[in-house]
């Protein structure tokens, strides 16, 4: 009996690498040893974290989408595409685009819903613009990232700063509302989620999972935004049982 293939890239969350999923894809290799089936994973580098993939520009959203078209362009098969936080933006984009491209899509903890500007964010958007007055006392930058780290729980605009690009980068990649395109993704979607997630809310997941139309959603007790690393061993077995029933 022919070995059959099942062909997974994964997308990396804004600031993250490759590195960090080096844990699900051993795992993911392991369940596919000696058996009827093999596996292919490639975890890409996102442009724009590491010094070798330095953005030449400001870019958007659809220059990382571009991006990934002319990476799997000589695809000749159709592959699973897995896309964690900002990762996840790209990849709902991509497959609302180039749904022929895929068997399936996985969102991890995926962003791409802009939140409801409540009362608390706007005050606490207000008070982070006025402390700028105080930047040039001693100590201002360790009390602004520890503001962010803390009391917004966000570091992503922090570690924008260290790129010359990132920082406008980031800003035009969260102030798109993918929610549009989430009707026009067709093929299977499997939205993985912790239910303490603190970064990107389980009410995104279960929107997403209400309006794209072929999705399963599976929520994770007791983990938060990153369950790669959190609990690879259960996001691992989520990916192979998603793939496998859609190969």
């Known amino acids: 009996m022919p070995i059959c293939q099942d062909t997974i890239i994964i997308l990396h969350g804004w600031g993250s690498s490759k590195e960090k999923w080096q844990t699900v894809k051993s795992l993911l290799n392991q ?26 520009r400001v870019w958007d959203l659809n220059d990382y989408v571009r991006w990934f078209e002319k990476f799997c362009s000589d695809f000749d098969e159709p592959f699973f595409l897995l896309g964690h936080s900002f990762g996840g933006r790209v990849a709902i984009k991509f497959a609302a685009r180039n749904p022929e491209k895929l068997k399936g899509l996985i969102l991890v903890s995926s962003a791409g819903i802009i939140p409801k500007r409540k009362f608390v964010r706007v005050c606490v958007s207000k008070i982070a613009k006025f402390g700028k007055i105080f930047s040039s006392i001693p100590l201002y930058n360790l009390f602004r990232k520890g503001f962010y780290k803390y009391i917004l729980r966000r570091t992503d605009y922090i570690q924008a700063e260290k790129s010359l690009y990132l920082k406008e980068t980031f800003r035009n990649i969260i102030k798109e509302d993918l929610r549009k395109y989430f009707s026009k993704i067709k093929i299977p979607c499997l939205i993985i989620w912790g239910d303490k997630d603190n970064m990107t809310p389980i009410s995104d997941a279960y929107l997403m999972d209400k309006e794209i139309p072929n999705s399963k959603l599976e929520i994770l007790p007791g983990i938060g935004h990153f369950p790669y690393t959190e609990n690879p061993e259960i996001l691992a077995q989520k990916i192979r049982k998603f793939v496998i029933r859609n190969s």
């Open 31 to 56: 369940y596919y040893e000696n058996g009827s089936r093999s596996i292919k994973i490639k975890v890409m580098d996102v442009p724009g974290f590491k010094k070798e993939t330095e953005l030449p």
